[in-house]
């Protein structure tokens, strides 16, 4: 009679649709596995998964379990509604930054915050650390990739003008002028902030040309240059302009005085 029992219970196979009533259980090798209580189930019988759930220790793992688990998402994915109050700070730092100062960004926050109960908008965290970056690393770089692709299709003029900061570096400043075929207007932008050991005609020039180099713009659709008038950005010889010329013969100059 054992033996006939042994046999019966060997035949058993695990049955997926378990796992449908069963939420816990998966199969381990020729048994059942509980996920919960982290233990084997010998027995391939739905009667004993039915006791086995009813148990006490079960059911107070499953509590345990159930306060403290998190999805996948609840780390890294994005429900909509973190999607809509990230899309709303984005748009709240630019209207900060161009209408106000980012430090007013703490005082608006509150005032949004206590108006915005049982809504999306109550969960706001934006003050005016991530609001200054925001504007930092995600607009302005955003907003520069989208220059730099018009720019690869259009001519342009180059407007730069050379700087030293407090901590006595030299830099760069490259501005471009352009005509938008996308709004149909004529448009000044800032491009880039570029740092420069030497402020010689050469370094400068190199400076530029290793920067259009990088963002795969066209130095050659450079239609026209304006700078201070300095020799060594505007001299005849030895200059920006006429290292400029060079790639741009009907490169037209203005000097800003």
């Given at each position: ?26 199969a381990r090798g020729n048994a059942c596995h509980c996920k ?27 509590e345990s379990v159930g306060k403290h688990e998190k999805t996948i998402h609840s ?183």
């Amino acid at each position: 009679m054992g033996r006939w029992k042994t046999s019966y219970e060997e035949g058993r196979k695990y049955n997926k649709e378990w796992e449908k009533e069963f939420k816990w259980v998966t199969a381990r090798g020729n048994a059942c596995h509980c996920k919960v209580c982290n233990i084997t189930i010998a027995s391939m019988k739905k009667s004993v998964l039915v006791l086995h759930e009813k148990g006490a220790k079960h059911i107070k793992n499953c509590e345990s379990v159930g306060k403290h688990e998190k999805t996948i998402h609840s780390y890294f994915g994005t429900s909509a509604e973190k999607t809509l109050l990230r899309e709303f700070e984005i748009k709240y730092s630019v209207a900060v930054e161009c209408h106000s100062s980012v430090r007013s960004v703490d005082h608006f926050t509150d005032i949004i915050k206590e108006y915005s109960k049982k809504s999306t908008l109550e969960n706001t965290k934006l003050l005016r650390t991530k609001c200054a970056k925001i504007i930092s690393n995600v607009v302005a770089k955003a907003c520069c990739e989208e220059l730099i692709e018009e720019l690869k299709n259009l001519k342009f003029s180059l407007l730069i003008d050379e700087s030293t900061d407090v901590s006595v570096s030299k830099l760069l400043c490259l501005c471009v002028k352009f005509f938008s075929t996308k709004e149909n207007i004529l448009k000044t932008e800032f491009l880039a902030l570029l740092q420069i050991t030497s402020a010689t005609g050469e370094s400068i020039f190199k400076a530029i040309e290793d920067f259009f180099s990088n963002i795969k713009v066209d130095l050659a659709n450079c239609m026209g240059f304006a700078s201070d008038g300095a020799s060594n950005v505007c001299g005849a010889h030895n200059s920006v302009l006429s290292r400029l010329k060079n790639i741009s013969p009907g490169i037209a100059f203005i000097a800003l005085c």
